[in-house]
């Protein structure tokens, strides 16, 4: 069974388009996050929420929207999308306060953002 | 915020041989978590190996064992016996558990495994 899956895993697009990546978890964690990687393999975090409301906000231009509808899942909405916006999206869930496993993160296979 | 930093942004090992990946952060937190992600070309980031700040005892998973120097705020990862399958780009992540959660990455090291 997948832990944490995210769709789509490929995603190409036009400047100025809207798009969003979807993010499930099946591990019942209460926190999930949005990290992006550029070309150089930087791992950024973007956003954190835990038991569905927002607690890690890092700069980010607000064309992103993090949405939690649930505790399972964690969606990324961008708008007007920009060139510089490609990357690749990890989403990844853990438990807050837990020791031993639940202290790690599991993260999805991630999605390649392509802005043309 | 805490800082991770890997110096060595490449690294390469023979098969069979040993290898060694450094780390550094820098805290001021003495109970914190530490890890070693592995990232294939396939992107997805697999969990290597885990040392909670208040064991002494370094962490080892089979191949994989960790140097944790707690005063010197080092944490090393040796890999033995390297495999093909090995090569990759290891992150070291430091996690706080004062600031909701974070996980702090440093930039990363590119294992190349030499056949």
């Known amino acids: 069974d997948t832990a944490v899956s995210q769709t789509p895993k490929y995603l190409v697009t036009q400047m100025g388009n809207d798009k969003s990546i979807k993010c499930e978890q099946n591990l019942g964690h209460d926190t999930m996050y949005w990290y992006k990687q550029d070309s150089k393999k930087f791992l950024k975090i973007m956003f954190s929420?835990?038991?569905?409301?927002?607690?890690i906000n890092e700069t980010v231009p607000n064309r992103f929207s993090p949405k939690s509808p649930d505790k399972a899942h964690l969606n990324l909405h961008i708008n007007s999308l920009e060139l510089g916006d490609s990357a690749v999206y990890f989403c990844?869930?853990?438990?807050?306060?837990?020791?031993?496993?639940?202290?790690?993160?599991?993260f999805g296979p991630g999605t390649r953002l392509l802005v043309l | 915020a805490q800082t991770v930093t890997q110096s060595q942004p490449e690294m390469s090992v023979q098969e069979a041989e040993t290898v060694t990946l450094s780390c550094t952060y820098d805290?001021?937190?003495?109970?914190?978590?530490l890890f070693w992600y592995k990232q294939p070309p396939s992107r997805q980031m697999i969990l290597v190996i885990r040392?909670?700040?208040?064991?002494?005892q370094n962490a080892t998973e089979n191949r994989f064992s960790v140097n944790f120097q707690k005063a010197a705020k080092s944490f090393s990862l040796k890999i033995s016996d390297s495999q093909l399958g090995d090569a990759a780009m290891y992150f070291c992540a430091y996690r706080s558990p004062n600031t909701g959660n974070q996980f702090y990455f440093g930039t990363g090291t590119s294992l190349t495994v030499i056949p």
């Open positions: 040392q909670e700040a208040y064991k002494q």
């Open positions: 990844a869930s853990s438990q807050l306060g837990g020791r031993e496993v639940r202290e790690t993160q599991y």
């Open positions: 805290t001021s937190e003495s109970d914190y978590y």
């Open positions: 929420y835990n038991n569905k409301e927002l607690i």
